[in-house]
């Protein structure tokens, strides 16, 4: 996620790799070329004058240019919602991964340093497991450089979040059957043990249900024939003017749309996309400092 102050104005003059003007660059100046060729057409060749038909049209890019503007920010406002979900239901993560921490350090003996190790590792190794699970890798992330046969391999065909959720109740239980935590003290644990399940989901629910696709190409449809129009109706009134007009609407319209495409998917590697890998080790830090 790129880090940047809001308040200060010279960020306009910043071109990242996420940039829209640079993804778009080709087709502006294929839309400048067309709008050329329009304009030369109607002007030169054809030798046309300004007339009501051509206010007719203006009219009607006029009315059609509220209606896409009411689409567009429907489409960014649903896309910033799925975004900002995504940012909660992280938050949650690093919270309740702390929560659990912050309990067992209170239940279990300074010197079970046997079961603080386990926990440190497979409490911090869901965020990581999650971020994978999330980016499609189904590489296992490795705990430690020395073996640890209390914590058996993961099979990576199936659900690893699933696999790290069952690890950690299985062994509150196991800790419960010892008598070494309490009744009370496991219903105290429940919680934050199974808000993992329910983070995992809510996540999978944005990654593997994106926008409606007739939704998504009716916007694209719709951006493209407005601006293919639209040097037919400003030729004859704005003139060769006409071509830096029509680039200009077409990189606003296009951008709002590339700016929701990226962000509606916020669990990718993409420059706006969540800093899973630092919430991750950040989660890590802080349960090792606890247990």
Same mark, same amino acid.
């Given at each position: 996620?790129?880090?940047?102050? #809001?308040?200060?104005?010279?960020?306009?003059?910043?071109?990242?790799?996420?940039?829209?003007?640079?993804? *778009?660059?080709?087709?502006?100046?294929?839309?400048?070329?067309?709008?050329?060729?329009?304009? !030369?057409?109607?002007?030169?060749?054809?030798?046309?004058?300004?007339?009501?038909?051509?206010?007719?049209?203006?009219?009607?890019?006029? %009315?059609?240019?509220?209606?896409?503007?009411?689409? *567009?920010?429907?489409?960014?406002?649903?896309?910033?919602?799925?975004?900002?979900?995504?940012?909660?239901?992280?938050?949650?993560?690093?919270?309740?991964?702390?929560? %659990?921490?912050?309990?067992?350090?209170?239940?279990?003996?300074?010197?079970?340093?046997?079961?603080?190790?386990? =926990?440190?590792?497979?409490?911090?190794? =869901?965020?990581?497991?999650?971020?994978?699970?999330?980016?499609?890798?189904?590489?296992? *992330?490795?705990?430690?450089?020395?073996?640890?046969?209390?914590? #058996?391999?993961?099979?990576?065909?199936?659900?690893?979040?699933?696999?790290?959720?069952? *690890?950690?109740?299985?062994?509150?239980?196991?800790?419960?059957?010892?008598?070494?935590?309490?009744? !009370?003290?496991?219903?105290?644990?429940?919680?934050?043990?199974?808000? $993992?399940?329910?983070?995992?989901?809510?996540?999978?629910?944005?990654?593997?249900? #994106?926008?409606?696709?007739?939704?998504?190409?009716?916007?694209?449809?719709?951006?493209? $024939? !407005?601006?293919?129009? %639209?040097?037919?109706?400003?030729?004859?009134?704005?003139?060769? $003017?006409?071509?830096?007009?029509?680039?200009?609407?077409?990189?606003? %319209?296009?951008?709002?749309?590339?700016?929701?495409?990226?962000?509606?998917?916020? =669990?990718?590697?993409?420059?706006?996309?969540? #800093?899973?890998?630092?919430?991750?080790?950040?989660?890590?830090?802080?349960? !090792?400092?606890?247990?």
């Amino acid at each position: 996620m790129i880090s940047y102050n #809001p308040k200060v104005w010279l960020n306009i003059f910043r071109f990242h790799k996420a940039d829209t003007f640079r993804q *778009l660059l080709p087709l502006m100046l294929a839309i400048g070329l067309f709008s050329w060729g329009i304009v !030369y057409l109607e002007q030169e060749y054809l030798q046309l004058s300004a007339n009501s038909y051509a206010k007719n049209l203006t009219t009607m890019h006029s %009315l059609l240019g509220f209606a896409i503007s009411m689409l *567009l920010v429907f489409r960014t406002n649903t896309a910033y919602d799925r975004w900002w979900e995504g940012r909660k239901s992280w938050g949650a993560l690093v919270n309740n991964s702390r929560n %659990l921490s912050i309990k067992l350090n209170s239940i279990l003996h300074a010197d079970d340093e046997k079961n603080r190790s386990f =926990f440190r590792k497979c409490i911090s190794l =869901f965020g990581f497991e999650l971020k994978d699970h999330l980016q499609n890798e189904r590489t296992r *992330l490795a705990l430690d450089s020395t073996p640890h046969p209390e914590i #058996p391999d993961f099979d990576t065909k199936k659900h690893i979040p699933n696999q790290v959720a069952g *690890l950690l109740m299985n062994k509150i239980n196991l800790l419960y059957r010892d008598q070494a935590i309490t009744g !009370y003290q496991l219903l105290m644990l429940n919680a934050e043990l199974q808000s $993992f399940l329910d983070i995992c989901g809510a996540c999978e629910r944005i990654k593997n249900t #994106p926008i409606p696709f007739s939704y998504s190409a009716f916007i694209k449809k719709f951006i493209f $024939f !407005y601006v293919i129009t %639209l040097p037919i109706g400003f030729a004859l009134t704005l003139g060769y $003017f006409t071509i830096p007009v029509v680039i200009f609407v077409f990189y606003v %319209l296009a951008s709002l749309e590339l700016i929701a495409e990226e962000i509606e998917d916020p =669990f990718g590697k993409d420059d706006n996309d969540l #800093p899973m890998q630092r919430m991750c080790e950040n989660i890590r830090k802080n349960v !090792y400092e606890i247990l």
